[in-house]
C-alpha cells in the first residue's frame, strides 16, 4: 500500500505543472462562455430552442424543455454539454495514454518496475492519478464558475415568454446545477481516458492507445448525432457515451442513475488493463 502511494505521489508530482494549467484553461473557456450570457440571450432568446435544426439540437444539447435563454439552459447548451466534457475527454485521454503505455513508450516504466515494486502497484497508482487529475479540473472549474457567474446575471431568475404568450418564472444558476454538471462531464472524460488506459496497458503502445480513444470518443459523437439528424441506426448510439450525456442532460434535469455507465466502463478498462498488463512483456 505505501509503494502504490509513493508511485501516485511521484506521478502526481511529475503532472503538477500540466494539471495547473489544464484546471486554468478550462476554467477559463468555462468562464468566458458564461460572459456571453447577458448578450447572447438579449439577441436570440428562446427561438434559439424552438427554431433550431436537429443537427443545432444535437450539437447544443437541446432536448425537449431545455431553453438556453435561462441561466442553466445556458449553461448546459453552450459550454457543458459540449465544450467541458470534450476538454475533459481530451483530458482524461492524455493521462490515460501517459499512465502506462506513455512511460512503456519512452522506455522508463522497465526502470520502475525494476525497482522493488508491482505491475498492480502501478497499475492501480496510475489510474488514481488519472482520476485525481480530472477531479482536480473539475473542481476548479467548478469554483471558478461559481464565483463569476454572479457577474454575468447567472443567478437571477428570468422570465420566459412562451410561443403561446404565456410566461413562466425559470430559477437561476446554483452551485448544485454546476456540480451535476460537472460532475457528469467529468464522468464522460473518466470514461473515454479508461478506455486509453486499458489499450495502452493491454498493449504498450502510446500511439495506438490514443488512436483507439479518440476514435471511440469522436465516433460516439458522430453516430449520436447523425441518428438525431437521420432517425436511423438508433441502436448503434447505445455504444455512445454522448446517448445518455446528451438526452439526460442531468445539469437541467437531475441525476439519473444513467451516469454510472462510465463509471462501470472505468471499473471495468481498469480490470481488463490490469489483468492483461500482468500477463505481457514489456514493449523493447
Known sequence: MRRSWLIYLRWMR???????????????VSVVTAAFYPSLTSAAGSELGS????????????????DPSTPVGFLWSFNYSNQLPWLLM?????????????DESDGTLEYLLAKPVTRTEVAMARFGGMVTVLLVASVVNLVGVAATMPLFDLTDPVTVTALDGSTSTAAGATVGDLF?????????????GAVAYLVGAA????????????GFAVAGYVL???????????????????????????MVNGMTVDILWPVALAAVSLGLGWALFLRRDLQS
Open 14 to 28: 511529475d503532472r503538477c505543472r500540466s494539471t495547473i494549467w489544464w484546471s486554468i484553461g478550462i476554467t477559463l
Open 51 to 66: 427554431n433550431s435544426s436537429s443537427t443545432m439540437s444535437s450539437l447544443l444539447g437541446l432536448g425537449e424543455g431545455i
Open 90 to 102: 481530451a483530458l482524461g485521454i492524455a493521462l490515460g495514454t501517459a499512465s502506462i503505455s506513455g
Open 180 to 192: 451535476v454538471g460537472g460532475l457528469s462531464a467529468m464522468a464522460v472524460g473518466l470514461g473515454s
Open 203 to 214: 498493449t504498450g503502445r502510446r500511439g495506438l492507445a490514443m488512436g483507439v480513444s479518440s
Open 224 to 250: 449520436y448525432t447523425l441518428s438525431n439528424v437521420t432517425g436511423d441506426f438508433e441502436w448503434v448510439t447505445w455504444l455512445s457515451p454522448w446517448r445518455w450525456f446528451v438526452d439526460d442532460a442531468m
